[in-house]
């Protein structure tokens, strides 16, 4: 039974992976790893300044990823990924905005 599950989860993983790579998989998981990479940004930030901080690089890879991963939702006709990051993208962008226009008052957003 055990050996039945392993090679059903097995014939998935090559089918999902191997089976249908094409271009638009390869961009959505370069996308994927983009919007990821933010969290990894924030972190690290936030392990150096030793509190809770958000990079401006933060919203940067939001951006990207969002952008990214939008385009991606958009070339195969996914309705959730389309309309979620339709809204998440714009919010990122704000942020930007925000920041940039704040930039000479104190931010919340560290500049690294």
Not at 84 to 99: D, E, K, V
Request: no cysteine; glycine share 8%; net charge positive.
């Amino acid at each position: 039974m055990l050996i039945q599950y392993g090679q059903a989860l097995g014939d998935y993983l090559y089918d999902v992976f191997v089976a249908k790579f094409d271009f638009w998989l390869a961009f959505g998981l370069v996308a994927q790893l983009l919007f990821t990479a933010r969290f990894l940004v924030q972190w690290i930030s936030s392990e150096r300044a030793g509190q809770s901080v958000v990079p401006m690089a933060f919203w940067f890879f939001s951006m990207g990823g969002g952008m990214m991963t939008l385009v991606y939702g958009i070339a195969k006709r996914e309705p959730v990924i389309i309309i979620g990051q339709s809204l998440a993208t714009i919010i990122y962008i704000r942020n930007i905005m925000l920041i940039v226009k704040n930039r000479g008052s104190a931010s919340q957003t560290l500049d690294r």
